[in-house]
């Protein structure tokens, strides 16, 4: 397709579901090739080929990014099978939502691994290609967490303020070199995101709260990329809160 974004070359984490599944076909939609990566071969490459059948370009690229080095080498792929990178968006992430009293540390670990390092190790590649060419973009998807927080959220907006952060930092760090730095945070959006929550009696609650309101889709979340990324150079469009309008 010829879009806004014809000739760009875009990198999606956690493409395989939810946002980074939406944003990677809607950035296609815009004419931007688009590297896929997640762990589920199968829904990346069904990705893919929605992408292919619309008459774009996209490339698969599975990937553990909680592991550093993957992490890196998904940039380094994306650089060798589409031919470069100028948009980043660090979307894939886990909210393990549950009480600090008794929580499994593991939960904090695999949290804190995907959610805030592996967006800096991917952060610290892409920023090394788009330095030299003195544009690009990064999208990081935080979260109303990333603001705000309630029990049961304390290790998972500990993590979103982190993104937030490392963010403002990077920002005013890259702005120097034409870089440009979205954060993007969503309410609650329709996704298989709760399905991981460890903590029975915290699911149970999450699942019945969200059940009472019309959440938000990942469309509604892959609009809001495109909108940051479409705007002209001189735009930086920093920070992007998005809630349901049911959501209080
Ligand atoms: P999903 O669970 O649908 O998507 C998460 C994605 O992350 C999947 O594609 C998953 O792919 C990927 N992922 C998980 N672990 C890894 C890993 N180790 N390496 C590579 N990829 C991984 O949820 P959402 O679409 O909702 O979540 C996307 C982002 O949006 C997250 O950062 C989340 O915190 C944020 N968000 C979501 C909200 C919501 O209500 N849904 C609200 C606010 C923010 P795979 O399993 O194939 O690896």
Not at 109 to 115: A, I, P, S, T
Not at 134 to 142: E, F, K, L, M
């Given at each position: 397709?010829?879009?806004?974004?014809?000739?760009?070359?875009?990198?999606?984490?956690?493409?395989?579901?939810?946002?980074?599944?939406?944003?990677?076909?809607?950035?296609?939609?815009?004419?931007?090739a688009?590297?896929l990566?997640?762990?589920?071969?199968?829904?990346?490459?069904?990705v893919?080929?929605?992408?292919?059948?619309?008459?774009?370009?996209?490339?698969?690229?599975?990937?553990?990014?909680?592991?550093?080095?993957?992490?890196?080498?998904?940039?380094?792929?994306?650089?060798?099978?589409l031919?470069g990178?100028?948009?980043?968006v660090?979307?894939?992430?886990?909210?393990?939502?549950?009480?600090?009293?008794?929580?499994?540390?593991?939960?904090?670990?695999?949290?804190?691994?995907?959610?805030?390092?592996?967006?800096?190790?991917?952060?610290?590649?892409?920023?090394e290609?788009?330095?030299?060419?003195?544009?690009?973009?990064?999208?990081?998807?935080?979260?109303?967490?990333?603001?705000?927080?309630?029990?049961?959220?304390?290790?998972?907006?500990?993590?979103k303020?982190?993104?937030?952060?490392f963010?403002e930092?990077?920002?005013?760090?890259v702005?120097?070199?034409?870089i440009?730095?979205?954060?993007?945070?969503?309410?609650v959006v329709?996704?298989?995101?709760?399905?991981?929550?460890?903590h029975?009696?915290?699911?149970?609650?999450?699942?019945?709260?969200?059940?009472t309101?019309?959440p938000?889709?990942a469309?509604d979340?892959?609009?809001?990329?495109?909108?940051a990324?479409?705007q002209?150079?001189?735009?930086?469009?920093?920070?992007?809160?998005?809630?349901?309008?049911?959501?209080?």
């Amino acid at each position: 397709p010829i879009g806004k974004l014809s000739g760009k070359i875009a990198l999606v984490t956690g493409a395989s579901s939810g946002i980074g599944a939406a944003t990677a076909l809607a950035l296609a939609q815009e004419g931007a090739a688009v590297a896929l990566v997640a762990r589920r071969q199968d829904r990346l490459e069904q990705v893919a080929q929605t992408i292919q059948d619309a008459g774009g370009r996209a490339a698969v690229i599975v990937a553990d990014i909680a592991q550093p080095e993957q992490a890196r080498n998904a940039v380094a792929q994306t650089v060798s099978q589409l031919g470069g990178l100028d948009i980043l968006v660090n979307n894939a992430g886990l909210m393990l939502l549950g009480p600090v009293a008794g929580a499994d540390s593991d939960d904090w670990h695999r949290m804190m691994d995907l959610n805030v390092l592996a967006l800096m190790h991917l952060t610290q590649a892409a920023v090394e290609v788009m330095k030299p060419k003195q544009s690009g973009h990064i999208v990081n998807i935080s979260s109303v967490s990333g603001r705000g927080a309630s029990p049961t959220s304390a290790g998972y907006s500990a993590t979103k303020w982190a993104v937030g952060g490392f963010s403002e930092g990077l920002r005013q760090e890259v702005r120097l070199d034409r870089i440009r730095v979205t954060v993007i945070e969503p309410g609650v959006v329709a996704t298989e995101l709760t399905d991981h929550i460890t903590h029975q009696d915290t699911k149970t609650t999450y699942e019945s709260r969200i059940s009472t309101m019309v959440p938000l889709e990942a469309e509604d979340i892959a609009a809001a990329v495109v909108y940051a990324t479409t705007q002209p150079e001189r735009v930086n469009v920093n920070q992007l809160l998005i809630r349901p309008l049911d959501q209080g």
